[in-house]
């Protein structure tokens, strides 16, 4: 894309702001949706859907998108992508109810499905692979910024404005951004392929998926009936799962029949491409399955509000802002990216086993230490791989290359989450008994507070609450002497238990790391070639470039 340098940033600037919010929207309803359910009077049902329509209608979307760019242009896609994302802004603010809510942030998620991959492929059309890098880490970078300023954000306007502007203050920012997109990112608008459109394909595709993340979902959701979270033979667990699957191989054999398919299996005969969508999903399943439980664990065990919990994870997100942009600076000046990607997936695996050995009295300097570590390892994997796989596919599939590329670290992140679900909650059960007994809890008491804790579900572990208190008020009197013990021994086994979920995360760093050796060497392209460029005439049509005005 030839447009002079200052134009490129602001465009930069524009496309940041944009995937800004996306990713801050992620971290700031959280923080809020305890209130937001209390006032609206929703139910624990509700409450899951809230966070699973956002996840579903972004994770199928970004794919359809990544496809459409290539067919249309970055710049009508992200301008859809950026307005949807504002009207479900606007929207869920003004929810009265929970299913409206539900519905607006379905949306939002219809239009954060866009700033994802498409972000990252006008990256890929405005600077040369050999370029990227210092720019793509800074992609990186601002997932670390809004990972920190979410829940300090969302806290604060929850408590001292009203929950409705977590939503409204996205909508000055946005405005920014579609004005800048509007006005000054150009687009290729391609001809003669619009209707061969894989719609077929694309159902397919909507179904199967929906079908998985749904299940994910339940996974961690509790059965009415047993009080538990719902086993993974549940027909709503296992049974969901196993219908995504078998309609996702039923997705293949029509994408490998269709003559433009939303997601282009030949790519896979591409090593390069390949390998890095199995060592992104490696290594989003272990980062984001590895830290899922850590602001908990702040809030039960240290005792700290929701937004302090945000501030106590900031030495990983540190080691993940500064990470991120050094490596794509220097992929940048030497080409080299192999040695980077698999050093850094070691170097997270390093912290991961560190973080194994979290307990209740683990020194929190330390615990810093152990996150910064970890955060080193995962800051570049967040930018090194776009840079690999926009530089070795044919220009005209950047788009859906980096959309796929984007799926693959969604999905990643999402099977993480039920796996080390149900890890931490098997360990707690397991350990909630001989912790007891280890604080010198008689046994005759032990067998039936364990029972009765774990009858209790979350509530027990419920962040917020003054759990000495609680337990004086529904203990028999002979137990009282022992609350102190039993504090104790809840918060190590809670501690015990989410050290268990880095076992997890270490297992996918370590397979993550195997695999991206596997990753050939490629130089990175100083220009995109001409032989390319005659490629994106060929298939595209009469391409013609505008300059938006």
Known sequence: MDLPQRRKIEILVAILLGLFLAALDQTIVGTALPRIVGEL?????????????????????????????DLYGRRRMLLIGVFLFLVGSALSGLSASMEQLILFRGIQGLGAGALFPISLAVIGDMFTPAERGKYQGLFGATFGVAAIIGPLLGGFLTDSVSWHWIFYVNLPIGAVTLYIIYRYLP??????????????????????????LVGLTFKGVIDPGTGATYDWNSPVVGGLIAAGLLVGALFVLIEARARQPIIPLDLFRNRTYTVSMVAVFMASFGFFGSIIFLPRWFQFVRGVSPTESGLQVMALLIGVIASSIISGIVISRTGRYKVIIVGALLVMAVGLFLMTGLRSDTELPILWAWMFVTGLGIGPTLAAFTIVVQNAVPFDRLGVATSNLTFFRQIGGSVALAVVGTIFGQTFARELQPQLEATGVPAQFSGRLAEAALAQGGDVTAP????????????????????????????????????????????AALVA?????????????????????????????????????
Do not use: C, H
């Open 187 to 212: 687009t290729v608008r391609g001809e003669g392929r619009i209707r061969q459109l894989d719609f077929l394909g694309a159902a397919v595709f909507t179904v199967a998926i929906s079908f998985f």
């Open 464 to 507: 917020g609450i003054d759990l000495a208190a609680s337990l004086r008020e529904l203990l028999p009197a002979q137990a009282l002497p022992f609350v102190d013990a039993i504090v104790a021994a809840l918060y190590q086994s809670f501690s015990l238990a989410v050290a268990a979920t880095f076992w997890i995360g270490l297992a």
């Open 513 to 549: 790391a195997v695999v991206a050796v596997a990753l050939p060497e490629l130089p990175l392209r100083g220009m995109v070639s001409r032989d390319e460029r005659e490629a994106v005439r060929e298939s595209a049509g009469r391409a013609e470039i505008l300059a938006a005005e």
């Open 41 to 69: 009077r929703g139910s624990n049902e509700l409450y899951t859907w809230v966070i699973t329509i956002y996840l579903l209608s972004s994770t199928i979307t970004g794919v359809f998108y990544g496809k459409l760019s």
